[in-house]
């Protein structure tokens, strides 16, 4: 449905979701502000709205589906009373996706109908028969669905993965955290979409994320709309950049960037960086507003001329406190 190729890597940050358990130590940055997610696209397959929702017909649909699971060592339960297992919005650039579990069918299928679960449009099943490639790291690590068994097997939960992608394993509600079954989301994009709405920014880093091959990552933004700069917690730091030190990001035209920030419709690409505010200030008796620049880890700054003003007075230089005495003419670097 969009223009972003099958099989692509793309960061999310759900950190702020709340989502419960323990972090897997697997994850490249066990904080959740940058989560990795295969984008499977379109796929005809269904999912459910609640419990007691048995609607298995297939509809069209975009997903990304996270590499890991992301949380361990929890209930299923716990997750579907925080709207977990069956949806809640993650809005995320201006994008109201669905994050949730996705689909895995509820009972086994007959005999000469091939591997996995039945119904055969699960969303579990539908990805891996797109390719296998677009879930990863499921050996020994199930995670859970949103069906519960039918037949023989009716009102047992379902998780997927564990020593085959394919593999399906039943099991009894919980009564204690489940140690070796997690939550591995999926963001279901709205239908409602045009095609070219999404762009990809790339994040141009100080090192390589675990996992990956280079240095940056791609993140989601709304195409043709500005956008907020993303958190630098999670990832690696600058070489010389202490840990209480801010980290800005620069654009391609060498704009600065504070987490946070609006960033502007037209940047594709973001360089973090240990960028150091240096604040011109009047001073006590001086008139003028306080004026900020940035000066990138590393490189020079050229002072500012003069910027203030006082009665009686003339500004020859810069002091570094308050009223103190002239530390750098103008144009200093």
């Given at each position: 449905q969009f223009t972003l190729a099958p099989g692509g890597r793309y960061y999310f940050d759900l950190s702020a979701m709340d989502i419960p358990g323990t972090a897997n130590s697997n994850l490249p940055d066990s904080t959740l502000h940058y989560v990795p997610f295969t984008y499977v696209g379109t796929v005809d397959a269904y999912s459910l709205k609640n419990e007691a929702d048995k609607d298995t017909t297939p509809y069209e649909h975009s997903l990304f589906i996270a590499d890991y699971n992301v949380k361990c060592?929890?209930?299923?339960?716990?997750?579907?009373?925080?709207?977990?297992?069956?949806g809640q919005t993650y809005t995320a650039s201006n994008?109201?996706?669905t994050l949730?579990?996705?689909s895995v069918g509820d009972h086994h299928r007959n005999e000469g109908e091939g591997s996995g679960l039945a119904p055969i449009d699960n969303e579990w099943d539908t990805i891996y028969q797109k390719s296998?490639?677009?879930?990863?790291?499921?050996?020994?690590?199930?995670?859970?669905?949103?069906d519960i068994g039918t037949g023989n097997v009716e009102g047992w939960y379902l998780s997927r993965g564990g020593h085959f992608a394919a593999q399906?394993?039943?099991?009894?509600?919980?009564?204690?955290?489940?140690?070796?079954?997690?939550?591995r989301p999926v963001l279901e994009l709205p239908t409602d979409l045009a095609a070219d709405s999404l762009k990809a920014v790339a994040l141009i880093m100080a090192g390589y994320m675990p996992g990956e091959q280079q240095n940056w990552i791609n993140i989601i933004v709304k195409n043709g709309e500005s956008f907020t700069a993303p958190s630098a917690e999670g990832l690696p730091r600058p070489d010389g950049i202490?840990?209480?030190?801010?980290?800005?990001?620069?654009?391609?035209?060498?704009?600065?960037?504070k987490p946070g920030d609006t960033v502007p419709a037209d940047v594709s690409m973001l360089s973090i960086t240990g960028d150091y505010e240096v604040i011109y200030l009047p001073g006590t008796y001086g008139a003028g507003s306080a004026v900020t620049d940035?000066?990138?880890?590393?490189?020079?700054?050229?002072?500012?001329?003069?910027?203030?003003?006082?009665?009686?007075?003339?500004?020859?230089?810069?002091?570094t406190v308050d009223g103190g005495e002239k530390v750098y003419d103008f144009k200093d670097i």
């Open positions: 060592s929890l209930q299923r339960e716990t997750l579907a009373e925080m709207n977990l297992i069956y994008v109201n996706y949730r579990a996705p296998a490639d677009y879930i990863k790291n499921w050996y020994k690590m199930r995670s859970f669905g949103q399906a394993t039943f099991w009894a509600r919980p009564t204690l955290p489940e140690r070796d079954i997690g939550f202490s840990e209480d030190a801010q980290l800005y990001w620069s654009d391609e035209n060498g704009n600065c960037y940035m000066k990138p880890h590393n490189n020079i700054l050229t002072l500012r001329g003069a910027l203030f003003t006082r009665v009686g007075y003339t500004q020859v230089g810069w002091s």
